[in-house]
C-alpha cells in the first residue's frame, strides 16, 4: 500500500507530473497546494503521510511552509523538490528537518525515498 502525499508546486504542470509518478507507483494524492499557505491549510485538513514540496512559490515559500507544519505536527514528512541545486538550499533543507531534497526530475530517486520513508 502507498503513501498518502500532498503536492506542493506553483506549476500546475508539475503538479500533474508529480502526481502521475506518484500515482503510477501506487501512491494515492490526496491533495495539491499552489502555495505555501494553501499547503499549511491542507496539510492540517487532510494530514497526509508525506509532503513534496517546492521551494520557490509565489506569496509563501515552501521553507517558511514547511517550518509552519513542523511547527504543527513535528512528525510531518517532508521531501523539498526543485530545479534548485544551490548548496544554500539543500542544507536549510537538512536545517529545518526535511526528509530529503531532491531534482524534480529525478523520479526514480524521488520514488526511492518515498519508499524508505
Known sequence: MGKKILI???STIM???IGAALKEADHEVVGEAKDGDNAIKLYK???PDL???DITMR???G????SKILAFDSQAKII?????????YIEKA???GAKGYMNKNSTVEILGLIGQL
Do not use: C, H, P, Y
Open 59 to 61: 506569496g509563501m515559500d
Open 51 to 53: 509532503v513534496t514540496m
Open 80 to 88: 523539498f523538490l526543485s530545479n534548485l541545486n544551490q548548496t544554500d
Open 94 to 96: 537538512r536545517e529545518l
Open 63 to 66: 521553507f517558511t511552509a514547511a
Open 15 to 17: 503538479r500533474k507530473m
Open 8 to 10: 506542493v508546486d506553483d
Open 45 to 47: 485538513a487532510i494530514k
